[in-house]
């Protein structure tokens, strides 16, 4: 249904901070809730958090509380990652979803994936 696109993904050294970008396609983009998830090299992905369809719910994992911040601009059809603080275990690849019917924990109940942007954080 969406076509996800990331970027913003990079090298970084412990301390610092990045935002990641996820673009969407198609003109309905505003009714569907968005997430963000992770998967460090060798281990399973990972719910992050996410946003609903009008930005007014957040939902975090107990890994991303306090380091990291989901935002949306439905204007520009692209959801946000803000990360600060970053350390080495934050190491994977990032990916962005959608979902016309709500915020999911688990990974199959999201409709679209993008294709990820790898994160590096080094110590």
């Known amino acids: 249904q969406v076509l996800l696109v990331e970027s913003g993904g990079g090298l970084v050294q412990a301390g610092g901070s990045l935002r990641l970008s996820c673009a969407a396609s198609?003109?309905?983009?505003?009714?569907?809730?968005m997430g963000w998830f992770r998967q460090p090299p060798g281990k399973e992905r990972e719910f992050l958090l996410a946003i609903s369809a009008s930005g007014g719910s957040t939902y975090y994992a107990d890994s991303a509380k306090g380091r990291f911040t989901i935002s949306r601009d439905n204007a520009k059809k692209t959801v946000y990652l803000q990360m600060n603080n970053l350390k080495p275990e934050d190491t994977a690849v990032y990916y962005c979803?959608?979902?016309?019917?709500?915020?999911?924990?688990?990974?199959?109940?999201?409709?679209?994936w993008g294709q990820g942007t790898q994160v590096t954080v080094s110590s």
């Open positions: 979803a959608a979902d016309p019917t709500g915020v999911h924990y688990l990974t199959k109940s999201w409709g679209s």
């Open positions: 198609g003109r309905t983009f505003s009714s569907y809730s």
